[in-house]
């Protein structure tokens, strides 16, 4: 018994420990589509380097908006500028044209905020792409799913699937569950190969 709560205990502390590292120092960063696609929450300005360089990154997608300030939207103007700061000096140090993109976006994407990430998705020149919000939890999910979804015909339940270790279940429910504005829409969420029945059809904002 005393060696089942020994491993147990281990277990744990190597859950904590990784938590610690992949929160903390690896900012959440994780691959979304193999060289193509990644995610993140805001990663510090002088440690961003290393993320774009080692993975070629050509498109950083921005979506914190200063204009809303909550819990879940605790991003600042000075976010989006240090960062700018941050891509423009490493441009210039290895001579690269990243680009960094701004799409203010509340935790549920709207018509708006759907055609200026198509826009970017839809050529091929712009990736790899890392797509970012602040915490790397909501909004970076959500558009990272919807890529899957519109650009590598995944099924809804996959992409939502991938948002959460554990979705609901157990008496927990995550943002992502059914009956939550993020989970719900992810769930009905139509590509636009739907024509007249594609989500962005169906919006009106």
Same mark, same amino acid.
């Given at each position: 018994?005393?060696?089942?709560?020994? +491993?147990?205990?281990?277990?744990?502390?190597?859950? /904590?420990?990784?938590?610690?590292?992949?929160?903390?120092?690896?900012?959440?960063?994780?691959?979304? $589509?193999?060289?193509? /696609?990644?995610?993140?929450?805001?990663?510090? %300005?002088?440690?961003?380097?290393?993320?774009?360089?080692?993975?070629?990154?050509?498109?950083?997608?921005?979506?914190?908006?200063? *204009? &809303?300030?909550?819990?879940?939207?605790?991003?600042?103007?000075?976010?989006? @500028?240090?960062?700018?700061?941050?891509?423009? =000096?490493?441009?210039?140090?290895?001579?690269?044209?990243?680009?960094?993109?701004?799409?203010?976006?509340?935790? /549920?994407? @709207?018509?708006?905020?759907?055609?200026?990430?198509?826009?970017?998705?839809?050529?091929?020149?712009?990736? %790899? &792409?890392?797509?970012?919000?602040?915490?790397?939890? *909501?909004?970076?999910?959500?558009?990272?799913?919807?890529?899957?979804?519109?650009?590598?015909?995944?099924?809804? =339940?996959?992409? +939502?699937?991938? @948002?959460? /270790? &554990?979705?609901?279940?157990?008496?927990?429910?995550? $943002?992502? $569950?059914?009956?939550?504005?993020? *989970?719900?829409?992810?769930?009905?969420?139509? %590509? +636009?190969?739907?024509?007249?029945?594609? @989500?962005?059809?169906?919006?009106?904002?």
């Amino acid at each position: 018994m005393k060696t089942f709560f020994k +491993r147990l205990g281990m277990l744990f502390l190597l859950a /904590v420990v990784y938590y610690v590292w992949h929160v903390h120092f690896n900012f959440r960063f994780e691959e979304i $589509s193999k060289d193509k /696609v990644y995610k993140s929450a805001l990663i510090d %300005p002088d440690k961003i380097e290393g993320f774009l360089i080692n993975n070629k990154i050509k498109t950083v997608i921005n979506l914190l908006d200063p *204009g &809303v300030q909550d819990r879940l939207n605790p991003a600042k103007q000075i976010n989006i @500028t240090q960062e700018d700061e941050a891509i423009n =000096a490493i441009n210039k140090k290895h001579n690269l044209n990243i680009q960094h993109i701004n799409i203010p976006s509340g935790q /549920v994407p @709207t018509k708006k905020t759907l055609l200026a990430f198509y826009k970017i998705l839809d050529d091929k020149v712009n990736y %790899p &792409v890392l797509i970012h919000c602040y915490h790397g939890t *909501g909004r970076a999910q959500i558009y990272s799913q919807i890529y899957r979804i519109e650009y590598e015909n995944w099924s809804n =339940a996959d992409a +939502r699937a991938k @948002t959460r /270790v &554990v979705v609901e279940g157990f008496g927990y429910r995550s $943002s992502f $569950s059914d009956g939550k504005v993020k *989970g719900d829409f992810l769930m009905n969420y139509k %590509p +636009r190969s739907a024509k007249e029945n594609s @989500t962005i059809n169906l919006l009106s904002k």
